[in-house]
């Protein structure tokens, strides 16, 4: 398959652990911030997304973090599953639009058996 | 759920060619837009499009132009490949109401200029 990205960090964990994967950003100004997955050959996934008047939400077997203090923001995967290996990268956006997002360059998460 | 729709997966022109790489998608909605992927570089937007007939220029708009004449359809055009062209190409779209709302990609086309 396809290689999103080669040279990405790389999160290996055992399945049925919880994964943690995290995102630093750098614009004061983001207030919606995504993540998304991408599987080989595939394009990105939404996963789920946050407002900036939130530090916490929760999704299906994901929570999403965000501390606005230092610009950082991570994704919780809980009892990782082998369907989880995957790129994961986070978008952040100040523009109501949605129109100009930055994202992130990934993590590669891998699930060991 | 929204579906992005992009004709090919993968594509192998040659350079000097011109190329058009096309986009559907089937949820209304406003913007479209045109990325594309090469490792280690992440995401890069070449062009978006908030309205049929209106296209604004991304990170990368250099080689490349989009035309979007009705509104679920975005189209990529390489006016003349070059072998720097190839590369994933993602098309995302999204709407902007209410306001903050995710862009949704197509599966990607992999274009490969000989």
């Known amino acids: 398959g396809e290689s999103v990205g080669l040279h990405l960090p790389t999160l290996s964990v055992q399945e049925g652990d919880n994964s943690i994967i995290n995102c630093a950003y750098s614009n004061s100004a983001s207030d919606y911030f995504i993540w998304y997955k991408q599987e080989s050959g595939k394009g990105p996934q939404f996963i789920i997304d946050?407002?900036?008047?939130?530090d916490k939400r929760q999704g299906q077997r994901v929570t999403v973090l965000l501390n606005k203090t230092v610009k950082h923001l991570s994704l919780q995967i809980a009892a990782t599953q082998p369907g989880d290996s995957a790129v994961y990268f986070c978008a952040e956006t100040g523009d109501n639009y949605g129109q100009n997002f930055v994202f992130g360059p990934g993590t590669r998460l891998s699930v060991l058996p | 759920d929204v579906k992005v729709t992009q004709s090919s997966r993968y594509l192998v022109k040659r350079t000097g060619e011109k190329v058009f790489l096309e986009c559907v998608q089937d949820?209304?909605?406003?913007?479209m837009f045109w990325y594309r992927q090469d490792p280690g570089l992440g995401l890069r937007l070449i062009y978006f499009s908030y309205d049929v007939k209106m296209k604004e220029k991304g990170d990368i708009p250099e080689g490349y132009s989009v035309s979007r004449e009705k509104k679920e359809r975005f189209s990529l055009i390489l006016e003349s490949a070059s072998t720097n062209q190839t590369s994933m190409y993602l098309c995302?779209?999204?709407?902007?109401?209410?306001?903050?709302?995710?862009?949704?990609f197509g599966d990607g086309t992999r274009l490969s200029i000989l």
């Open positions: 949820m209304d909605h406003e913007n």
């Open positions: 995302a779209s999204s709407t902007d109401s209410p306001f903050n709302q995710p862009q949704h």
């Open positions: 946050i407002r900036s008047n939130m």
